[in-house]
């Protein structure tokens, strides 16, 4: 078997070798990323599956230096010499993740500005303030399903359906919502054996909405994609409503189910119902810091030899854009039990040409969603111990299993008409609010440089100006 060059990732020498991402000594990756932080520091060699060297960045400053110099490290994983010289086979058990595709996550340059624009082109045109009306509604009927039980499972009744529900209303396929596109959905990224059955049935849901909208244009995601100036083709059309809907998916169910741990364990929500210093949105930002819907993206590929942390990066070299770990740098967090209220800084929708922008729509899902529920359900309570909660790992994510919550039996509601965020059928619509307590104006939470504020209905515009961004991690 060949040696690496010199310089490469697996040249590293540390105590007992190079540190595997994966397996059995793998299982808690947070534990991982800091004897490698205390290893090497910012940026740290490490394997990925069937031993493919890697960098992982550590640092947040480095992470952000990673994403935001184009000229330096790409996400056109053609360029990454591991995938050049037969060292990742094409069966390796992240192919699907490593494989280049013609859509605007891996595009650079002109063909990055022509894919994206027509992305963000399309999202502008949807409905802000509909698009809360409509999470709203339906937050209510999916409560309406297990409310008169008691009892119910937010994750799989509640964060795996909301995120899903919505997206296809926005994509203009909202007939298509039902359990099995949320079963593929989740199916297709777990790498099972009907994994490929599941990609096949969304993508044949996604290209006869394509085929749909071409021939009769709506208001809706799908036909202002295919009508923008860009002229995509039916299959980048397909490939980026599929990146927009499982990407956007999945990220969105991640972050809703933390959330809902958080206001269901962190006491400092739970007093703000009498009062107390935690906000729903607040309550967003806190789990964006401690368990960002995705851990890491992977990979960025350097363009050129460089030096990041410390570290001699050789042209070609695959690095791990590290969300998670870089979230808890001592350097700018030294006490990860303060409360990050208001600091938007968190490294979870990236940054640069390819910072998530769909960070929005996930926001507003967590803040509506969740002060929907709340409203409905005021008692419910964690049914389990806080330690009995389990969760699903990945090098991508760590996904929890089931937030089990009990709570007086509720009557059902009547949604007296499906939501909708066409614009034509919003005339008569009035903003909902939430009726548990929202923040004064006053202590409304900045805007960071990279990352829009959240709007709240009549005081901040905008929910969508970047919805795409929300599912790069790509």
């Given at each position: 078997?060949?040696?690496?060059?010199?310089?490469?990732?697996?040249?590293?020498?540390?105590?007992g070798?190079?540190?595997?991402?994966?397996?059995?000594?793998?299982?808690?990756l947070?534990?991982?990323?800091?004897?490698?932080?205390a290893?090497?520091?910012?940026?740290?060699?490490?394997?990925?599956?069937e031993?493919v060297?890697?960098?992982?960045?550590?640092?947040?400053?480095e992470?952000?230096?990673?994403v935001?110099?184009?000229?330096?490290?790409?996400?056109?994983?053609?360029?990454?010499?591991?995938?050049?010289?037969?060292?990742?086979k094409?069966?390796?058990?992240?192919?699907?993740?490593f494989?280049?595709?013609?859509?605007?996550?891996?595009?650079?340059?002109?063909?990055?500005?022509?894919l994206?624009g027509?992305v963000t082109?399309?999202?502008?045109?949807?409905?802000?303030?509909?698009?809360?009306?409509?999470?709203?509604r339906?937050t209510?009927?999916?409560?309406?399903?297990?409310?008169?039980?008691?009892?119910a499972d937010?994750?799989?009744?509640?964060?795996?359906?909301?995120p899903?529900?919505?997206?296809?209303e926005?994509l203009?396929?909202p007939?298509?919502?039902n359990?099995?596109?949320v079963q593929?959905?989740?199916?297709?990224l777990?790498?099972?054996?009907t994994?490929?059955?599941?990609?096949?049935?969304?993508?044949?849901v996604?290209?006869?909405?394509?085929?749909?909208?071409?021939a009769?244009?709506?208001?809706?995601?799908?036909?202002?994609?295919?009508?923008?100036?860009?002229?995509?083709?039916?299959?980048e059309?397909?490939?980026?409503?599929?990146?927009?809907l499982?990407?956007?998916y999945?990220?969105?169910?991640?972050?809703l189910?933390?959330v809902?741990?958080v206001?269901?364990?962190d006491?400092?929500?739970?007093?703000?119902?009498k009062?107390?210093?935690?906000?729903?949105?607040?309550a967003?930002?806190?789990?964006?810091?401690?368990?960002?819907?995705f851990?890491?993206i992977?990979?960025?590929v350097?363009?050129?030899?460089?030096?990041?942390g410390?570290?001699?990066?050789?042209?070609?070299?695959?690095?791990l854009?590290?969300?998670?770990?870089?979230?808890?740098?001592?350097?700018v967090?030294p006490d990860?039990k303060a409360?990050?209220?208001?600091?938007?800084?968190?490294?979870a929708?990236?940054?640069?040409?390819?910072?998530?922008p769909?960070?929005?729509i996930?926001?507003?899902?967590?803040d509506?969603?969740?002060?929907?529920?709340?409203?409905?359900l005021p008692?419910?309570?964690?049914?389990?111990?806080?330690?009995?909660l389990?969760?699903?790992s990945?090098?991508?994510?760590r996904?929890?299993?089931?937030l089990p919550?009990?709570?007086?039996?509720?009557?059902?509601?009547?949604v007296?008409?499906?939501?909708?965020?066409n614009?034509?059928t919003?005339?008569?619509?009035?903003?909902?609010?939430?009726?548990?307590?929202q923040?004064?104006?006053?202590?409304?939470?900045?805007?960071?440089?990279?990352?829009?504020?959240m709007?709240?209905?009549a005081r901040?515009p905008g929910v969508?100006r970047r919805?795409?961004?929300?599912?790069?991690g790509?």
């Amino acid at each position: 078997m060949a040696t690496p060059p010199p310089g490469c990732p697996a040249h590293g020498i540390v105590p007992g070798g190079l540190r595997r991402l994966y397996g059995p000594d793998a299982e808690d990756l947070g534990d991982v990323y800091e004897k490698l932080r205390a290893e090497h520091g910012t940026v740290a060699p490490a394997l990925l599956h069937e031993d493919v060297p890697i960098w992982v960045v550590l640092g947040h400053a480095e992470n952000l230096h990673t994403v935001r110099t184009p000229s330096q490290f790409s996400r056109d994983t053609r360029l990454w010499t591991a995938l050049q010289d037969g060292t990742i086979k094409p069966d390796h058990p992240l192919m699907p993740i490593f494989a280049w595709q013609p859509i605007c996550c891996h595009a650079e340059g002109d063909e990055h500005l022509r894919l994206r624009g027509a992305v963000t082109g399309a999202m502008s045109t949807i409905d802000h303030r509909g698009i809360r009306r409509y999470i709203n509604r339906a937050t209510q009927d999916l409560v309406n399903r297990f409310c008169e039980e008691g009892r119910a499972d937010l994750v799989s009744q509640f964060a795996e359906h909301l995120p899903m529900a919505v997206m296809c209303e926005i994509l203009g396929m909202p007939d298509e919502y039902n359990d099995r596109i949320v079963q593929a959905a989740r199916d297709m990224l777990k790498g099972t054996e009907t994994a490929i059955a599941s990609n096949a049935y969304v993508m044949d849901v996604l290209m006869r909405l394509t085929v749909s909208r071409r021939a009769e244009p709506k208001e809706d995601f799908t036909s202002h994609l295919i009508n923008h100036p860009a002229r995509l083709t039916d299959e980048e059309v397909g490939q980026h409503l599929r990146v927009v809907l499982i990407v956007s998916y999945e990220a969105t169910a991640n972050l809703l189910a933390n959330v809902l741990r958080v206001v269901l364990t962190d006491p400092r929500f739970r007093a703000q119902l009498k009062g107390g210093e935690m906000t729903v949105p607040e309550a967003v930002e806190q789990s964006l810091w401690d368990e960002p819907p995705f851990s890491s993206i992977f990979p960025y590929v350097a363009k050129q030899e460089t030096e990041l942390g410390g570290q001699r990066i050789r042209k070609g070299d695959g690095l791990l854009f590290g969300i998670a770990p870089g979230n808890v740098d001592p350097r700018v967090r030294p006490d990860l039990k303060a409360n990050m209220q208001g600091n938007r800084s968190h490294l979870a929708f990236g940054g640069g040409p390819h910072e998530c922008p769909g960070q929005d729509i996930g926001r507003a899902i967590a803040d509506v969603g969740v002060d929907a529920l709340l409203t409905r359900l005021p008692d419910a309570q964690l049914a389990c111990e806080e330690h009995e909660l389990r969760w699903r790992s990945s090098i991508m994510n760590r996904h929890l299993v089931e937030l089990p919550v009990k709570f007086a039996p509720k009557p059902q509601q009547d949604v007296m008409q499906r939501p909708s965020i066409n614009p034509a059928t919003q005339q008569r619509a009035t903003n909902w609010q939430a009726s548990s307590p929202q923040p004064q104006p006053t202590a409304a939470e900045p805007a960071a440089p990279t990352q829009a504020a959240m709007p709240e209905p009549a005081r901040r515009p905008g929910v969508f100006r970047r919805l795409l961004r929300w599912w790069r991690g790509d």
